[in-house]
């Protein structure tokens, strides 16, 4: 990085970890993040930790140039203490106000307790956030009918036919997430961090013995209607066993016991990644850093470029690109750059996962 320039590192995507009571929230956050559940509190705050997103992609171009580090991508996970029971009076409102500042969400539940019902504790969940949201765009309702009487406004009747489609979705029990609607319109509806747009990830919490017993994927199957709720069913209490044990052998050697071939956070982590419509580019062929770097799907190489640093958005002039696989095959980049593998790119290009770019800029 040239001297005195700063880094714009993009802001890491958070991932709220929400469920009933005793569901298994912070077991579950804990098993992701390495955290000792004992020494978390339990009172009303909010535990936030960051994890790496596994990728052995990574692992092969550490290999192949030999830097001095590398660096993954990473995620924000936190898990709320308090109450985000479902009661007379609805979810707690700072638990709520909370979850809106997610990017996505991971609803626990409980497939472990006598007469579980996983999929009815989701069903009342999503009925607490649309309430929660059918809240929220009543009010604005309200406040734009009060600044029409005093003034028209387009924006303002166009919003208000936005607000109003909103309402009708919620109030027939729909999320807005699939909502087809403008590009405008979109833009239009971030501000009010609606949780019912939110991707959400059901982690269905099931016991040691169902675990032992390979049910997961029979958990899993449960949820396959549910539509764009991706489901992962997992042990948390077993997870959070293993996420303790820093010995790779020791937690070979647990794994071995338990029956299964490995942990099923990689994945969990992996699903959190993909629901939020993200991709994995890197950057290598130095001797500082290989490094992957998170952008959302669709992203062109300029804003890919400033993910990296502001400076090489602004002056962007092109990008060398090679796809990781077309680099292993030719084994470098001289060698790919000699059977023409590797590719010049301009503004209007389109990041694919797993590019490895080399962003040629001037400022």
């Given at each position: 990085?040239?001297?005195?320039?700063?880094?714009?590192?993009?802001?890491?995507?958070?991932?709220?970890?929400?469920?009933?009571?005793?569901?298994?929230?912070?077991?579950?956050?804990?098993?992701?993040?390495?955290?000792?559940?004992?020494?978390?509190?339990?009172?009303?705050?909010?535990?936030?930790?960051?994890?790496?997103?596994?990728?052995?992609?990574?692992?092969?171009?550490?290999?192949?140039?030999?830097?001095?580090?590398?660096?993954?991508?990473?995620?924000?996970?936190?898990?709320?203490?308090?109450?985000?029971?479902?009661?007379?009076?609805?979810?707690?409102?700072?638990?709520?106000?909370?979850?809106?500042?997610?990017?996505?969400?991971?609803?626990?539940?409980?497939?472990?307790?006598?007469?579980?019902?996983p999929?009815?504790?989701?069903?009342?969940?999503?009925?607490?956030?649309?309430?929660?949201?059918?809240?929220?765009?009543?009010?604005?309702?309200?406040?734009?009918?009060?600044?029409?009487?005093?003034?028209?406004?387009?924006?303002?009747?166009?919003?208000?036919?936005?607000?109003?489609?909103?309402?009708?979705?919620?109030?027939g029990?729909?999320?807005?997430?699939?909502?087809?609607?403008?590009?405008?319109?979109?833009?239009a509806?971030r501000?009010?961090?609606?949780?019912t747009?939110?991707?959400?990830?059901?982690?269905?919490?099931?016991?040691?013995?169902?675990?032992?017993a390979?049910?997961?994927e029979?958990?899993?199957?449960?949820?396959?209607?549910?539509?764009?709720?991706?489901?992962?069913?997992?042990?948390?209490?077993?997870?959070?066993?293993?996420?303790?044990?820093?010995?790779?052998?020791?937690?070979?050697?647990?794994?071995?016991?338990?029956?299964?071939?490995?942990?099923?956070?990689?994945?969990?982590?992996?699903?959190?990644?993909?629901?939020?419509?993200l991709?994995?580019?890197?950057?290598?062929?130095?001797?500082?850093?290989?490094?992957?770097?998170?952008?959302?799907?669709?992203?062109?190489?300029?804003?890919?470029?400033?993910?990296?640093?502001?400076?090489?958005?602004?002056?962007?002039?092109?990008?060398?690109?090679?796809?990781?696989?077309?680099?292993?095959?030719?084994?470098?980049?001289?060698?790919?750059?000699?059977k023409?593998?590797?590719?010049?790119?301009?503004?209007?290009?389109?990041?694919?996962?797993?590019?490895?770019?080399?962003?040629?800029?001037?400022v």
């Open positions: 990085m040239p001297p005195g320039r700063e880094r714009k590192d993009t802001e890491r995507v958070k991932t709220g970890i929400t469920g009933l009571p005793f569901s298994g929230k912070t077991t579950l956050f804990c098993a992701l993040t390495g955290q000792d559940y004992g020494s978390l509190g339990h009172g009303r705050e909010i535990h936030p930790g960051t994890v790496p997103v596994p990728d052995r992609r990574l692992d092969v171009l550490f290999d192949l140039f030999q830097p001095r580090k590398k660096t993954p991508a990473t995620m924000e996970y936190f898990d709320i203490a308090g109450k985000p029971a479902l009661e007379k009076g609805g979810m707690d409102t700072a638990v709520i106000r909370t979850l809106r500042n997610a990017d996505s969400l991971v609803v626990v539940l409980d497939a472990f307790s006598p007469g579980a019902d999929r009815r504790d989701l069903a009342a969940l999503i009925e607490e956030f649309a309430l929660s949201d059918l809240v929220v765009a009543t009010n604005r309702l309200e406040r734009i009918e009060k600044e029409l009487r005093a003034q028209k406004d387009e924006r303002l009747v166009h919003e208000r036919e936005l607000m109003e489609s909103v309402r009708e979705r919620l109030e029990g729909e999320r807005l997430t699939g909502m087809a609607m403008t590009e405008s319109q979109d833009k509806l501000g009010f961090q609606f949780l747009r939110k991707p959400i990830l059901a982690v269905v919490n099931i016991s040691e013995a169902d675990l032992e390979g049910r997961a029979q958990y899993e199957k449960q949820f396959a209607d549910t539509g764009n709720i991706h489901a992962a069913a997992i042990c948390a209490e077993v997870e959070m066993e293993i996420a303790a044990l820093d010995n790779p052998e020791e937690r070979a050697e647990f794994l071995a016991s338990m029956g299964i071939e490995e942990s099923a956070m990689g994945r969990l982590i992996h699903l959190s990644y993909e629901s939020l419509g991709l994995s580019f890197f950057t290598a062929g130095g001797d500082d850093e290989v490094r992957a770097w998170t952008v959302r799907q669709g992203a062109k190489a300029p804003e890919c470029a400033g993910v990296i640093h502001s400076d090489m958005e602004r002056g962007f002039i092109r990008a060398e690109t090679i796809a990781f696989d077309d680099l292993v095959l030719a084994g470098s980049l001289k060698a790919a750059r000699e023409g593998l590797l590719r010049i790119e301009g503004r209007e290009y389109i990041v694919n996962d797993g590019d490895i770019l080399t962003i040629r800029f001037n």
